[in-house]
T-cell receptor
Framework: GAVVSQHPSRVICKSGTSVKIECRSL??????MFWYRQFPKQSLMLMAT?????????EQGVEKDKFLINHASLTLSTLTVTSAHPEDSSFYIC?????????????FGPGTRLTVT | AQSVTQLGSHVSVSEGALVLLRCNYS??????LFWYVQYPNQGLQLLLK??????LVKGINGFEAEFKKSETSFHLTKPSAHMSDAAEYFC???????????FGKGTRLHILP
């Protein structure tokens, strides 16, 4: 089956610094990638949708200047949390889809645990 | 706007017993419906999906779900629970025009020995 990887799996950073999370589709080309945020014991909240070569579409309430998303190739998308603060601590999950529309399966990465101290 | 309601944040069943996880959806157009499973500190794995074909959908690990339009439901079942089924389960909905998946709050399934 299709595999999506995320790196790093865990990261601890100091308040005010920036951290980059990578999402890679290992064996397929992902025309669309999604970034989710999951708080403890809660559901996934979609942050943004990115299509290769285009600017990401952010969900309402998500600060685009704080959460920078780059989808530079068909196999790589990055999420950069800029000037991180403790409230940004969360589990970030990406997913990738090979085709257009929800009928195409989204394949999820294993997630990245971000802790801001 | 589309939404998903999962009834029961925690469900406990005995090993070997029937598993029933409830999901109701709201959508203004025929939806796509999904069930995902998440093990601790891992991403999501698709169990099954409904995309307007057969109303009874069979998935992996012995799970199945039935789409009932009249009840706006998409409940997940498994005839006999196994200890390895203990996990968090998410029901999700998507509309073709919307191009994104909306997740329910999740149901944690506990399997009792």
């Amino acid at each position: 089956g299709a595999v999506v990887s995320q790196h790093p799996s865990r990261v601890i950073c100091k308040s005010g610094t920036s951290v980059k999370i990578e999402c890679r589709s290992l064996d397929f080309q992902a025309t669309t990638m999604f970034w989710y945020r999951q708080f403890p014991k809660q559901s996934l909240m979609l942050m943004a949708t990115s299509n290769e070569g285009s600017k990401a579409t952010y969900e309402q309430g998500v600060e685009k200047d704080k959460f920078l998303i780059n989808h530079a190739s068909l196999t790589l998308s990055t999420l950069t949390v800029t000037s991180a603060h403790p409230e940004d601590s969360s589990f970030y999950i990406c997913s990738a889809r090979s085709g257009g529309g929800p009928g195409y399966e989204q394949y999820f990465g294993p997630g990245t645990r971000l802790t801001v101290t | 706007a589309q939404s998903v309601t999962q009834l029961g944040s925690h469900v406990s069943v005995s090993e070997g017993a029937l598993v029933l996880l409830r999901c109701n959806y709201s959508s203004s157009v025929p939806p796509y419906l999904f069930w995902y499973v998440q093990y601790p500190n891992q991403g999501l794995q698709l169990l099954l999906k409904y995309t307007s074909a057969a109303t009874l959908v069979k998935g992996i690990n012995g799970f199945e779900a039935e789409f009932k339009k009249s009840e706006t439901s998409f409940h997940l079942t498994k005839p006999s629970a196994h200890m390895s089924d203990a996990a968090e389960y998410f029901c999700a909905v998507s509309e073709l025009r919307d191009d994104k998946i909306i997740f329910g709050k999740g149901t944690r399934l506990h399997i009792l020995p």
